[in-house]
């Protein structure tokens, strides 16, 4: 099995209206700094799972649509608890419409130097 | 001169009202990444600049905080740009009066994997 | 499959007495910088795997039997070859039996900036 | 599953002469940072997958085939897209060739800060 | 005092042909993470050194000009020993006179995950 | 100011025999990975600071005197409460002493992804 993966990253607001997460009920914030993995178990006639260029334009365009945005406020997340799993989901799903090849995808979401998520196949 | 270095994280919501920020004028957020490195021409009795435990107790009362708020409702930051800069020189103020011991300190807030911003006396 | 992971670390005495082992037969220690990873195919109601400030809760409690410990003198790993391999598979005991929730545990021990060890289900 | 992973690096130019690759085209280079993980489901004797040491050294030797060369200029990879997936796949051929254990094999090329690629079995 | 750091890479291939440089006289090639640090003693109106996106920009720009390229056969470093201190100076010179600022600049190439070089005034 | 960096490890046993120090004052144990920082306001004829050979060279030299040891045992060390900052300044006066240049140098120890100390002249 091949794959490649490439890194972003995108700032966001939001709250996590819910007992549960303590704190995190306040309007806050992240950093996500974002790694999509593509996997294949072969490689196309240039020798590659899909273009690193191509594959980073892709995260980019998907990133920016909640690039320093208050996801609150967003209709795509109304009534949704934006966990960085949820998250993580969500962009891998953005990804795949996105994608012209059948491969099979990693997301992942490192919120701080000490934790992530992550949503795969 | 001798230092250690100490690390923590705060995620945060804010906004950046000046047409200079572009789309960072919106509500958004950011998780930082806070380095704070305190510099002594000498080691104490116990060979220490200042005990590792000590520094992260510190660091972390000084970012509590912040901790899941939204800075553009706390009174201290009220009418203030909250760039990166300026929180790096308001957190490294914070930890200078919580400091016993005369100590160069250097505070370095990481936004993202390639971007960052530092305050140092 | 969904997952999250969250890091902690451990600093540990220890010796490997056997000539496999060379030089690392002395009593030496390492810093263990360890990554706990959950997976579960589903969300819960929260929209998460598992809490992060639980799960990182759960690896400090889990860490802490052995902090500043030398190992070679706790009776849990009397006899036996603690390698990091070892060590990886004992955490991950310990976190299992801490776990309420029935997820799917990777742990991944980093002994340096080059080398690190793992096990999983 | 128990598995470890080790790192070194490799310095090399190469070009990609198609035009799918665009600049890329030109000679130019990479510093590959290598991560080679070996997998097994139980741990020999000494409780190790493999003696870290002796993983290290295996990989040390697969990538000096290719230290500081113009993989152009190579007889291995004439007229063969010398992209980052391949490679990744080529040395994963050459350290299996040189393990003495049946071990599952990852092997990941980190071409950048931002982009890597990985073969495994 | 502040600063900010942003972050790049670029891809080159390039030869030291002096027997200095042992194996590294061959034609081989780098990828070099750069950072970049821009200080200044004091803020501008908006609260920040200068702008994370401008100081990319910029950064990016320089990179440009040496990206996918083989620095031997580039008029601007004929009969020049391209080392990494020496490529540092070099983007240090860029950046500077790109910047309309009077910064305090240090520009840091890291060329693997175990060494790097730099140059600042 | 040039300068170029070089990284590696050690692995060792000490215990902090202070009350001070809590509970490291049992035996434990430490990996350092040790950055050394070498600067010079020219370059010489190569355009280098140092070998970057050389440099990583000296440092794995001097870092073997400590590998896989009890501090606590050596007799360097006898009665010295060996903290990380003590150790950076140990290391480096090991490095200077094996240095042909007269260059300015820095050697800071990471113990762990959230703690390091530094000494520098």
Chains 1, 2, 3, 4, 5, 6 share one sequence.
Do not use: C, W
Request: proline share 4%.
């Amino acid at each position: 099995m091949f794959s490649i993966t490439v890194k972003d990253h995108v700032m966001i607001a939001h709250s996590l209206p819910d007992p549960y997460f303590g704190p995190a009920q306040n309007m806050h914030g992240a950093t996500y700094v974002v790694e999509a993995s593509f996997k294949s178990p072969s490689l196309n006639e240039q020798n590659v799972v899909i273009d690193i260029g191509e594959a980073t334009d892709i995260l980019k365009d998907v990133l920016q649509e909640m690039a320093y945005q208050n996801l609150d406020e967003l209709p795509q997340f109304r009534g949704i608890l934006t966990t960085t799993e949820y998250l993580a989901q969500y962009i891998h799903g953005k990804i795949k419409s996105a994608l012209r090849e059948d491969l099979i995808l990693k997301v992942e979401l490192f919120e701080s130097h000490v934790a992530s998520a992550a949503y795969e196949e």
